[in-house]
């Protein structure tokens, strides 16, 4: 079992930055027997979309909407992974859930509301 506990989200004006994190815990003991992580969000009216992810050995991939404005990370040790997202756009604004793939089942936070204002 894999818990995220997500923090970070709230309201920004257009340019600004936010930065997102998400706490794992439960029984996979390090974020690195996690075999990938990621952000998603999903804005009114929209599909979920795949924001960012991670993998354990550190490979990133991003959607081409935020290449070169937001970066995923993590910090092994305290079994986080943070979204930093840089020169935010107004269509940038949904609700952003962290998500952790472990031994064959995907885990998702509890989503955070990112708003954009132009």
């Known amino acids: 079992q894999v818990q995220l506990v997500e923090s970070g989200g709230g309201l920004v004006q257009a340019g600004g930055s936010l930065r997102l994190s998400c706490a794992a815990s439960?029984?996979?003991?390090?974020?690195?027997?996690?075999?990938?992580m990621g952000w998603f969000r999903q804005a009114p009216g929209k599909q979920r979309e795949l924001v960012a992810r991670i993998t354990s050995g550190g490979s990133t991939n991003y959607a081409d909407s935020v290449k070169g404005r937001f970066t995923i990370s993590r910090d092994s040790a305290k079994n986080t992974v943070y979204l930093q997202m840089n020169s935010l756009k107004p269509e940038d604004t949904a609700v952003y859930s962290c998500?952790?793939?472990?031994?064959?089942?995907?885990?998702w936070g509890q989503g955070s509301q990112v708003t954009v204002s132009s």
């Open positions: 439960g029984s996979i003991g390090s974020i690195n027997s996690i075999n990938a």
């Open positions: 998500n952790a793939e472990y031994r064959f089942k995907y885990y």
